[in-house]
C-alpha cells in the first residue's frame, strides 16, 4: 500500500456492545480568522487502542483534540464519541472523556492528595468516596510518597502522573493525551509510556497526540499523521514504514553544494528522487531491496559524487514524515493557530 492510500484510509469498526468505534469524526474544521487550523479531518479510532496523532507545533492537533472534547465549537464536520454526537450532547461526552492537556493543571499550593479531593469534589463526589478515590490513584500512579508534598515541590515527571491521575477520577472510558511527555527525561518519558499502556489494559481508550516520533511508534496501535490542518496519512507505524520502502539509504555528502548532482544520479538509478533533509547534504533513499544500496553508491562515485558517512536500515518514523510533508516534526508553523497562541 503506497503513502497515498494510506492517507485515505481509515480505522475499521471494532465490537463494542453495539458500538463499534470509541471515536468517529467526519471532515472536521475549525477556522480562526482567515486561517483554517483544522481542514476537513476524518478519524475512525477503535474502541481499546492507543491512537496516535503525529504531527509538528502547529499542525492542528491540539485543536482537534480541543474539538473532540467539547472545549472548542465544532465550525463544519461532525463527532461521535461511542456513538454520542459531540455537538448535539457535550455534557454526555465529558462523562465518557478525561483530558490530560500540554500543561499540568493541578494547584501548586496544594498537595498531591489535595489536589485529587479538590478534583473528586468538583466533579460532584462525595468526600469519603473522594478521599478514597485519590488514596486509589496516588497508589496506581506511584505517588504515595509524595502524597502530602505541596506540588510545588515535584518533578515534572511527578506533575505529569499527577495530572493524568486526576483525570482518570471518574475512571472515562476514553482518555485524551496532548503531548502528555513534553519536557520530561527519556527516564521518565519510559515510566510515563508504562502509565499509559496500563491505561489501555484497564479497559481505556487512549487518543495521544505527539510531536515525537519514537513515542507514537513506541505507543500507538495505529497512527494518523497531521500536517497544516490535514490528515495526510494513516495506519500502523509499520504500514507507515513499509510505505516509504523496505529499507532506506542515509547518505551525508562530504560536500553539501554537490546535493542536485546526487538527486540526479538517485533519480537515474532508482527511478525516484531522495528526500533531502533539513540537516545541509544529507539524503534519505528509499530502497525496494537493500542490495540497491550498491548501486546507487557505485553510481554516486562514478559522477564523483563525494560521500561522508553512509548507513543503510529499516525506515523509521522520522523519514514517513519527512517523505509527507517535506520537513521534521520539530518545525514549527507559525501561521498563528490556535496552538501557538
Not at 153 to 180: H, K, N, V, Y
Not at 299 to 310: D, E, K, N, Q, Y
Request: with cysteine; hydrophobic share 40%; charged share 25%.
Amino acid at each position: 500500500m503506497s503513502i497515498t492510500e494510506l492517507g485515505r484510509t481509515g480505522g475499521g469498526p471494532a465490537p463494542n456492545g453495539g458500538t463499534d468505534l470509541a471515536v468517529r469524526a467526519e471532515g472536521l474544521m475549525k477556522t480562526f480568522g482567515e486561517h483554517r487550523a483544522v481542514d476537513g479531518i476524518d478519524l475512525h479510532v477503535r474502541p481499546c487502542e492507543i491512537f496516535g496523532i503525529l504531527g509538528p507545533n502547529g499542525a492542528g492537533k491540539t485543536t482537534m483534540l480541543r474539538m473532540l472534547a467539547t472545549l472548542l465549537k465544532i465550525d463544519a464536520g461532525r463527532a461521535e464519541i461511542f456513538g454520542v454526537d459531540v455537538a448535539g450532547n457535550p455534557h454526555v461526552i465529558r462523562q465518557l472523556v478525561g483530558v490530560t492537556g500540554q500543561y499540568a493543571s493541578v494547584d501548586e499550593n496544594l498537595t498531591a492528595r489535595e489536589n485529587l479531593w479538590l478534583f473528586s469534589r468538583l466533579q460532584g463526589i462525595a468526600a469519603p468516596r473522594a478521599r478514597r478515590i485519590g488514596t486509589e490513584l496516588l497508589g496506581q500512579f506511584g505517588l504515595e510518597e509524595a502524597a502530602d508534598k505541596p506540588v510545588a515541590q515535584f518533578s515534572g515527571g511527578m506533575r505529569r502522573r499527577l495530572d493524568l491521575a486526576a483525570s482518570l477520577i471518574t475512571r472515562p472510558p476514553l482518555i485524551f493525551l496532548d503531548e502528555p511527555t513534553t519536557g520530561l527525561d527519556p527516564r521518565t518519558r519510559g515510566q510515563m509510556w508504562d502509565t499509559i499502556r496500563s491505561l489501555v489494559t484497564d479497559g481505556c481508550t487512549v487518543l495521544l497526540t505527539t510531536q515525537y516520533l519514537d513515542e507514537a511508534d513506541q505507543l500507538a496501535d495505529r497512527v494518523a499523521v497531521i500536517d497544516h490542518g490535514r490528515k495526510v496519512a494513516e495506519g500502523t507505524p509499520d504500514e507507515l514504514k513499509t510505505a516509504v520502502g523496505d529499507s532506506t539509504l542515509q547518505l551525508l555528502l562530504a560536500e553539501p553544494g554537490e546535493v542536485l548532482a546526487a538527486v540526479e544520479v538517485v533519480r537515474r538509478v532508482l527511478g525516484s528522487d531522495p528526500v533531502i533533509s533539513p540537516e545541509r547534504g544529507r539524503l534519505n533513499v528509499a530502497l525496494d531491496q537493500a542490495d540497491l544500496a550498491a548501486d546507487v553508491l557505485i553510481a554516486l562515485r562514478t559522477a564523483g559524487v563525494s560521500i561522508s558517512s553512509v548507513s543503510v536500515a529499516k525506515p523509521s518514523l522520522d523519514e514517513v514524515f519527512l517523505a509527507l510533508t517535506g520537513h521534521e516534526t520539530d518545525e514549527h508553523d507559525e501561521t498563528g493557530t490556535e496552538e501557538n497562541r
